[in-house]
């Protein structure tokens, strides 16, 4: 199975910032790598895949990088409806792994 | 409007067996796979199971494998989870979510709560 390390596990950051959260594989895989959001009692969101690509209607202060083992997420500019969980996911070999989740709250 | 409704979530004891439903709208469904991810309370999410377009390709995680099982029924744009002997560590929050084409995960159900409890 790939393991997804996410870090770090909460964050605490104030209105504009940039707050970026990393993902890092236990194997190297192709880039088909998830970022979900995820606030209190909803189900998840998908915001990035395939590492870096937008899903449709996303904002872009929202992205993604990285290949190989080593991934990444950003809020360029946080905002208050960022309060969530995020979430990495490789959906390229089975079983689907996530990583452990990142609580973002604004400080 | 597209979406995914699961039912099916209760109360249930150990050992018992459950099946959960999910209806899709808005989309051809025989064109997606499906998969079942779930959340134990305060907890990360988890994949428990895909199932092809046509049925006829299905993996579960290895947590479940043996006691749960995944079908469609294209007829009726519905996705279940048949599962058997639970346990206490089942109890979840199951999501229902459409699979390839891409991207993947990128339509996520209301979910339903299953508990597993004497």
Known sequence: DIQMTQSPSSLSASVG???TITCQASHDFNNYLNWFQQKPGKAPKLLIY?????ETGV???????????NF???????????????????????????????????? | QVQLVESGGVV????????LSCA?????????????????PGMGLEWVAVISFDGNDKAS???????FSISRDNSKNTVFLQMNTLRLEDTAVYYCVRGDPMPDFDLWGQGTLVTVSS
């Open chain 1, 17 to 19: 910032d940039r707050v």
């Open chain 1, 50 to 54: 395939d590492a870096s690509n937008f």
């Open chain 1, 59 to 69: 904002p872009s202060r929202f992205s993604g990088s990285g290949s190989g083992r």
């Open chain 1, 72 to 107: 990444s997420f950003s809020i360029s500019s946080l905002q208050p409806e960022d309060t969530a969980t995020y979430y990495c996911q490789q959906s390229y070999t089975l079983p689907y792994t996530f990583g452990q989740g990142t609580k973002v709250e604004i400080k």
């Open chain 2, 12 to 19: 249930v004891q150990p050992g018992g067996s459950l099946r």
């Open chain 2, 24 to 40: 899709a709208s808005g989309f051809t469904f025989s064109d997606y796979g499906m998969h079942w991810v779930r959340q134990a």
């Open chain 2, 61 to 67: 995680a290895d947590s479940v494998k043996g006691r």
